[in-house]
């Protein structure tokens, strides 16, 4: 799965909300009743590129949605990427997945925005927010710290997760 940016915004959240309806309305679901789905769509119709609207497709699904953007924040020294407004597809919030699946795609979602930072969103340091604080426990096993680890620390808080990346050339795959 790739995390890629919404080209046509707009367009795209229609496509992408006409797959997600059709896979709610499969089950028997009303597909104007599942959360969050208007705060995205706000951002959505917004004129404009900056509010940084993302999409994880396998190709043929989008299995997620997420606002991703790069910012200086006082509490870090350098640029941090701050994802937030996840939306996943109904397949996951209506059980038609096992949450083995679902926790892949939350991992999925989460090392594209590690990617982002390392390549066209330059940023050094993450603020990842989950859909809630249970979701926090596919992301457990990042907290412990190893050699091989592009994170010099690794946070969470809740629904939120914090981290930094070791330095650059750490992260450019140069051998120490």
């Known amino acids: 799965m790739r995390l890629l940016p919404l080209k046509d915004p707009e367009r795209s959240w229609r496509h992408i909300k006409a797959q997600w309806r059709k896979d709610a309305e499969g089950?028997?679901?009303?597909?104007?009743?599942i959360g969050g789905i208007t705060a995205f769509e706000a951002l959505a119709s917004r004129e404009g590129d900056s509010q940084g609207l993302y999409h994880l497709t396998d190709g043929e699904r989008v299995h997620a949605v997420c606002q991703v953007r790069r910012l200086l924040m006082s509490k870090?020294?350098?640029?941090?990427?701050?994802?937030?407004?996840?939306?996943?597809?109904?397949?996951?919030?209506?059980?038609?997945?096992?949450?083995?699946?679902?926790?892949?795609?939350?991992?999925?979602?989460?090392?594209?925005?590690?990617?982002l930072s390392r390549d066209a969103l330059s940023a050094t340091h993450i603020r990842f927010l989950l859909k809630s604080p249970g979701d926090s426990q596919f992301f457990a096993a990042?907290?412990?710290?190893?050699?091989?680890?592009?994170?010099?620390?690794?946070?969470?808080?809740?629904?939120?997760?914090?981290?930094s990346l070791k330095e650059a050339g750490a992260a450019s795959g140069a051998v120490s």
């Not at 990427?81 to 979602?109: C, E, H, K």
């Not at 990042?142 to 981290?163: M, N």
């Open 27 to 33: 089950v028997g679901e009303d597909f104007s009743t």
């Open 76 to 115: 870090y020294t350098g640029p941090a990427l701050s994802a937030r407004f996840v939306n996943v597809s109904p397949i996951y919030d209506l059980g038609l997945t096992d949450s083995g699946s679902y926790g892949q795609m939350l991992v999925a979602l989460f090392s594209g925005v590690v990617w």
């Open 142 to 163: 990042l907290k412990v710290a190893t050699p091989y680890s592009p994170f010099s620390k690794f946070t969470i808080e809740g629904a939120l997760i914090e981290c």
